[in-house]
């Protein structure tokens, strides 16, 4: 999407290569989500970081703003 820092707005942030979006509570009906939620509540994490890792079941699966796994 060409966004290559942050803006302070979310519905850009989140589109930001290189960082980890998850979105807690109320989903979107349009898009099938059948969660029922009084609250939408959106995290964004700079994954670019020195030291910033996914782990999954032991294994390093994004490192650093990078996939270490072939996806």
Do not use: R
């Amino acid at each position: 999407y060409g966004v290559t820092q942050f803006t302070k707005n979310m519905l850009f942030d989140e589109k930001m290569g290189g960082t980890l979006h998850c979105a807690l509570g109320l989903g979107f009906e349009e898009n099938g989500s059948k969660n029922k939620s009084p609250i939408h509540w959106d995290m964004l994490k700079d994954m670019k970081l020195p030291g910033s890792k996914i782990i999954a079941d032991g294994n390093v699966i994004y490192e650093e703003g990078n996939w270490k796994i072939d996806i």
